[in-house]
T-cell receptor, first 113, second 112 residues
């Protein structure tokens, strides 16, 4: 069965510092991986995806993620955090046979001024 | 494009009442998903449709829940009878093959 794990419930970062939100996955075959962000009282917004190709994927709002096949990880990163990045972040894997997304539990990112 | 449209945005109902949530996917998308979000269980996939056909409904909690997609531009999720433990935010999402999944703003359901 496919699954996604986000080991941290919350990540705290000072504004201007680099941030990392961790994600590991378990799939059969090559994965399709995604990051979504959810702001308070809003739906999920797509940030970036990995399908194939370059292991470093760049997405919206200055975020990027690094696909590491040997470690089965897809960590979300940003070189310099903003207070406005504070939100709930979800990692997801998509079944290649079907279109459905399986989400991790989410990580709450808090960026402090 | 207006994105995925959901209605109502908020619903408050009493236990035992029927609740119907509505979704209009993005035009041209051929997959539609219903997710439920709660603090305890996170984001759960309830059911998804491909080309209007239900493909996987293994996430539907019990027979009180039903979903339909009569055409490519409309879907409903119905709970009958509703219970307090159904209180959650229900998201509809749609996608097209090879693209990412777009989410609607959600319906916040409160069952008292």
């Amino acid at each position: 069965a496919q699954s996604v794990a986000q080991p941290e419930d919350q990540v705290n970062v000072a504004e201007g510092n680099p941030l990392t939100v961790k994600c590991t996955y378990s799939v059969s075959g090559n994965p399709y991986l995604f990051w979504y962000v959810q702001y308070p009282n809003r739906g999920l917004q797509f940030l970036l995806k990995y399908i194939t190709g370059d292991n470093l994927v760049k997405g919206s709002y200055g975020f990027e993620a690094e696909f590491n096949k040997s470690q089965t990880s897809f960590h979300l990163k940003k070189p310099s955090a903003l207070v406005s990045d504070s939100a709930l972040y979800f990692c997801a894997v998509r079944d290649r046979g079907y279109n459905k997304l399986i989400f991790g539990a989410g990580t709450r990112l808090a960026v402090h001024p | 494009d207006a994105g995925v449209i959901q209605s109502p945005r908020h619903e408050v109902t009493e236990m035992g009442q029927e609740v119907t949530l509505r979704c209009k996917p993005i035009s041209g998308h051929n997959s539609l998903f219903w997710y439920r979000q709660t603090m305890m269980r996170g984001l759960e996939l309830l059911i998804y449709f491909n080309n209007n056909v239900p493909i996987d409904d293994s996430g539907m909690p019990e027979d009180r829940f039903s979903a339909k997609m009569p055409n490519a531009s409309f879907s409903t999720l119905k709970i009958q009878p509703s219970e307090p433990r159904d209180s959650a935010v229900y998201f509809c999402a749609s996608s097209f093959e090879g693209s990412w999944t777009y989410f609607g703003p959600g319906t916040r359901l409160t069952v008292t």
